[in-house]
């Protein structure tokens, strides 16, 4: 008799140890959604958050949302660039090309989604609110938060344009 414990017989795995072919997957919807959710809760924390500092809460300018349509327009472009070229006329991109377009694209789409979610819950803060600027504050959030989704679409779209169909 040993003290060694007893050692149940190696079992193979019940999955292939090879990675799947199809290992990786599209953004999904609730991947997407759950970055939002977070911007809300961050974006309508923001507005209470200065009331306690004592801080003017910041105004979104003009220039946030232009950004945000600026991202969604080079996104999209790619993105139909890339389909035109992969799924179109059949060309390969170089294994580089379609790394650097498919990281673009995700970190894109859930950037933009947080960045959709906080303007989203800092104009639900100002709801209500009878400061002065509250209406602004209010309509510039949600112009904004409309471009940071089209980014999110432009980035989704960039992402599964970089699919290709599997040959065998």
Same mark, same amino acid.
């Given at each position: ?76 472009? +790619? /993105?139909?660039?890339?389909?035109? *070229?992969?799924? !179109?006329?059949?060309?390969? $991109? #170089?294994?580089?090309?379609? &790394? ?42 949600? +112009? /904004?938060?409309?471009?940071?989704? *089209?980014?999110? !679409?432009?980035?989704?779209? $960039? #992402?599964?344009?970089?699919? &290709?169909?599997?040959?065998?």
């Amino acid at each position: 008799m040993t003290r060694d414990p007893v050692q149940e017989p190696e079992q193979e795995p019940s999955g292939p140890s090879d990675p799947s072919p199809d290992g990786l997957r599209p953004t999904g919807l609730p991947t997407v959604l759950g970055w939002a959710v977070v911007g809300v809760v961050v974006g309508w924390a923001v507005h209470p958050l200065c009331n306690r500092l004592d801080v003017v809460p910041p105004l979104v300018s003009p220039a946030q949302p232009l950004a945000l349509l600026l991202l969604a327009a080079i996104l999209g472009y +790619v /993105a139909w660039v890339t389909h035109r *070229a992969v799924h !179109v006329r059949r060309e390969r $991109l #170089e294994a580089h090309q379609a &790394v650097n377009r498919l990281v673009l694209a995700r970190a894109s789409a859930l950037v933009a989604a947080l960045v959709t979610g906080g303007y989203v819950g800092y104009a639900l803060s100002w709801i209500g609110d009878s400061a002065e600027l509250a209406d602004e504050r209010l309509v510039r959030s949600l +112009v /904004a938060a409309g471009c940071a989704l *089209a980014a999110v !679409v432009a980035g989704l779209l $960039l #992402e599964r344009a970089c699919r &290709v169909r599997d040959d065998g």
